[in-house]
């Protein structure tokens, strides 16, 4: 079963930087699909970036686009969200997901999910 663990959120300044880390255990993930979601205060699951395991293509949500930066690291079966400029609007809870098979932006259709990891941005 795969299982996804979260790290690396805490309390950043704007304009500030910050590396969040997801940690896949199971077996492979050659074939899977994997993102970041976040969830704002109030506010709905929403997609921020993805990454195919093998292909490494990636795939990111206008709003972050040029800011943020996911990546994976296959030796420490990990993917990583690098963000930088930080704002107050990406204060948020961020989830980590996976899936079989090729990119998505709903969060449906992603089965495993991390308990995620708080960012705060403040201003």
């Known amino acids: 079963q795969v299982q996804l663990v979260e790290s690396g959120g805490r309390l950043v300044q704007a304009g500030g930087s910050l590396r969040l880390s997801c940690a896949a255990s199971?077996?492979?993930?050659?074939?899977?699909?994997m993102a970041w979601f976040r969830q704002p205060p109030g506010k709905e699951r929403a997609f921020v970036a993805g990454i195919h395991w093998s292909a490494g293509n990636t795939y990111y949500a206008d709003s972050v686009k040029g800011r943020f930066t996911i990546s994976r690291d296959s030796a420490k079966k990990t993917v990583l969200l690098q963000m930088s400029s930080l704002v107050p609007e990406d204060t948020a809870d961020y989830y980590c997901a996976a899936k079989w098979g090729r990119l998505a932006t709903t969060s449906a259709d992603y089965v495993h999910w991390g308990q995620g990891t708080q960012v705060t941005v403040s201003s």
């Open positions: 199971g077996r492979g993930f050659s074939n899977y699909a």
